[in-house]
């Protein structure tokens, strides 16, 4: 059975606003943050509404892109992760290639699982 890692808030947060850093269309959020349609409005209602995104309206298109509230928000989150998950024995991720834990089950960046599967060989 294969094991899944659930995001937190605060990581799709960041996550959104990575990907709108220069301004893009509500569905390519949608794709590339693998969020459902009802998720998607969720998040980005709410970052509009605490000013963490801006809603442009270019060519007859609505666009959302990352405020200066939402630039500050991503580099405070960076700080904080980075500095909960320093570890002396760290490695790099084989996905996103951030240091983490050699004892981590899943990357806490980007959720790869980091667990190698063993498998048995029998010889007759």
Not at 25 to 33: C, E, F, V
Not at 84 to 99: E, G, I, M, Q, V
Request: charged content about 30%; overall charge positive; hydrophobic content about 30%.
């Amino acid at each position: 059975m294969p094991t899944t890692r659930r995001r937190d808030k605060l990581y799709v947060i960041a996550e959104v606003l990575e990907i709108a850093r220069d301004g893009i269309l509500k569905t390519q959020i949608m794709y590339r943050a693998n969020l459902s349609y009802t998720q998607l409005n969720d998040y980005v209602n709410f970052m509009v509404k605490t000013d963490l995104l801006n809603k442009i309206v270019q060519d007859g298109k609505e666009l959302y892109k990352m405020t200066e509230k939402g630039l500050d928000f991503l580099q405070h989150y960076r700080e904080i992760t980075e500095l909960l998950s320093y570890y002396p024995n760290a490695s790099k991720c084989p996905r996103c290639h951030k240091d983490i834990s050699s004892d981590h089950k899943f990357c806490p960046y980007c959720g790869k699982n980091l667990q190698v599967e063993r498998i048995r060989v029998r010889i007759k």
